[in-house]
């Protein structure tokens, strides 16, 4: 079953504008990613928060986790048009050995011209 | 060097047909995961192996489903008597064990089309 849950489902802003996008989960977590797909790239990494931090950056990526309130949040500073994009949460649970992760629907932004 | 690779990319079978998919992971990574992907939809896991651990098979839905992975790196998944509704993208990832482990490097995928 699906754990995150990323709002909106759909962003579409115009370039230079910055983008967020949130993630809320609802089980214990050792840390959350970030995920990027197109269909220029396939499906990457962004940037991997753990349960100790709150925030985290990575070039134009913010990331911010609150686990009391179970969410976490990335913001695209400055996009442009190539992030346009599906950006997926995942969260990794705490079981052991076990790095399985459990992802969200994800949120499509489109970053116009 | 090399990412994921899988073949094939894409994959149209008849109803009813056996097929097999088959994932090369990045060298030296121990884990291997198998996802399913719908249009539009987020990753549904499939079945995750780790090293020399019983793999975790708790994803697969059906009975149809199953996967191995050989010498601890290739992986086929094989899905038996195909229906429509097992078309969409399926997706392998691998990563590294220990402190790094959670971080999976995705392969293009394969995408199956059931007639």
């Known amino acids: 079953s699906q754990q995150g849950e990323e709002d909106p489902q759909a962003l579409s802003i115009q370039e230079g504008e910055n983008a967020t996008m949130n993630c809320s989960y609802k089980t214990s977590i050792n840390n959350l990613q970030w995920y990027r797909q197109n269909s220029g790239r396939g499906l990457v990494h962004l940037i991997l928060?753990?349960?100790n931090e709150r925030e985290k950056h990575s070039g134009r990526l913010r990331v911010t986790l609150d686990t009391s309130k179970k969410s976490s949040s990335l913001l695209i500073t400055a996009s442009r048009a190539a992030d346009t994009a599906s950006y997926f949460c995942?969260?990794?649970?705490?079981?052991?050995?076990?790095?399985?992760?459990?992802w969200g629907l994800g949120t499509s932004l489109a970053v116009n011209p | 060097g090399a990412g994921v690779s899988q073949s094939p990319s894409n994959k149209v079978t008849e109803k009813g047909k056996d097929v097999e998919l088959r994932c090369d992971p990045i060298s030296g990574h121990t884990a291997l995961y198998w996802y399913r992907q719908s249009l539009g939809q987020g990753l549904e896991f499939l079945i995750y192996f780790q090293g020399n651990s019983a793999p975790d098979k708790s994803g697969l839905p059906s009975d149809r489903f199953s996967a191995e992975r050989t010498g601890g790196s290739v992986s086929t998944l094989t899905i038996q008597r195909t229906q429509q509704e097992d078309s969409a993208v399926y997706l392998c990832a691998s990563s590294f064990g220990g402190a790094r482990s959670y971080e999976q490097y995705f392969g293009p995928g394969t995408r199956l089309t059931v007639t």
């Open positions: 995942a969260t990794a649970i705490n079981a052991g050995n076990n790095r399985k992760l459990i």
């Open positions: 928060i753990r349960s």
